[in-house]
């Protein structure tokens, strides 16, 4: 009796792939693999990174340029003056800096209120957690669009303490901590973490505060890196709020400075105004893009 060979027991295997390991020893079939990949992958830098290309070969071209030859590859009389006139001509600088300081008033909202409502919901349980729970979710459901009038009769006059919120960072930063979004985030991975770690800790004598900041906020810095993402990207490219809430012109972010502006700056200026916009949450991600997908995608990798 011949037993088979391990080539011939790895052929019968089933495998969960398009192309199976024997077809794929093919030299006709590697060199249709390689090309589709090869397709793919230019096709999803053409998508991708083809706007991002444009709007630098754009930005570094005369205003006459843009609009006779807008598909060149390369402008044929580079100007990258075009960047600094835009931060000091069109005020970009100051736009950009309101953006930054919008954008991290927001994190710092979003995540003591989504980590603390996260928390309690998921770790201290009060009695009507459930209900809590099922009226955040139901936010979800409401379009923003009706909740500008609402927001905005709010911040004109805090109740209870009469104070107008209006054309301050207050007015965007305090409306930024209720998402519920990131609420139901951060409470399904608190959920993953074993209760058995909370009944030793308790046990020990830790208190809800200790439990928090010593054991549940060290476990959660993937789920935390993906909120502090999608909270500084969204607050970064708001546009309807930032534009009610903040009347002064100096007080403004840049994606409300640049529409505003465009209607009478000249359009290369514009367009080098959008490029170094789009700078700083591209860089943002590019350097935390492991921490977001692990975050995405993984758990405490303690339960099970």
Request: proline share 8%; hydrophobic share 55%; net charge positive.
């Amino acid at each position: 009796m011949t037993l088979p060979s391990p080539a011939d027991t790895r052929d019968r295997l089933p495998v969960n792939r398009l192309v199976s390991p024997r077809d794929r020893r093919r030299i006709g079939t590697r060199a249709a693999l390689a090309s589709t990949n090869a397709v793919v992958l230019l096709m999803l830098v053409l998508f991708c990174a083809g706007p991002v290309l444009w709007m630098f070969k754009a930005a570094v071209s005369p205003a006459r340029e843009v609009t006779t030859h807008p598909l060149a590859l390369w402008p044929t009389q580079t100007r990258f003056s075009n960047l600094s006139d835009a931060l000091n001509l069109l005020d970009i600088g100051s736009g950009l800096a309101n953006s930054a300081i919008l954008a991290i008033g927001c994190l710092v909202a979003q995540l003591v209120v989504s980590t603390s409502a996260g928390f309690a919901l998921s770790v201290l349980r009060p009695r009507f957690g459930r209900v809590l729970y099922a009226m955040v979710l139901a936010t979800l459901l409401v379009p923003s669009a009706v909740c500008l009038i609402p927001l905005y009769l709010t911040v004109q006059d805090m109740p209870g303490l009469g104070v107008n919120l209006v054309n301050t960072f207050w007015a965007v930063w305090l409306p930024a901590g209720a998402n519920a979004f990131n609420v139901l985030l951060i409470k399904r991975f608190f959920d993953n973490i074993p209760a058995e770690l909370f009944e030793a800790a308790r046990v020990d004598g830790a208190g809800p505060l200790t439990l928090l900041l010593r054991m549940v906020l060290p476990l959660s810095r993937p789920v935390l890196a993906v909120v502090s993402m999608f909270t500084l990207i969204a607050s970064w490219k708001d546009f309807i709020w930032p534009l009610i809430a903040l009347t002064d012109p100096d007080k403004q972010p840049v994606a409300v400075v640049l529409p505003v502006i465009a209607k009478t700056a000249d359009q290369s200026l514009v367009i080098a105004g959008l490029f170094l916009a789009s700078v700083p949450p591209l860089l943002l991600f590019v350097i935390f893009q492991r921490q977001v997908v692990n975050g995405i995608g993984g758990d405490t990798g303690s339960k099970g």
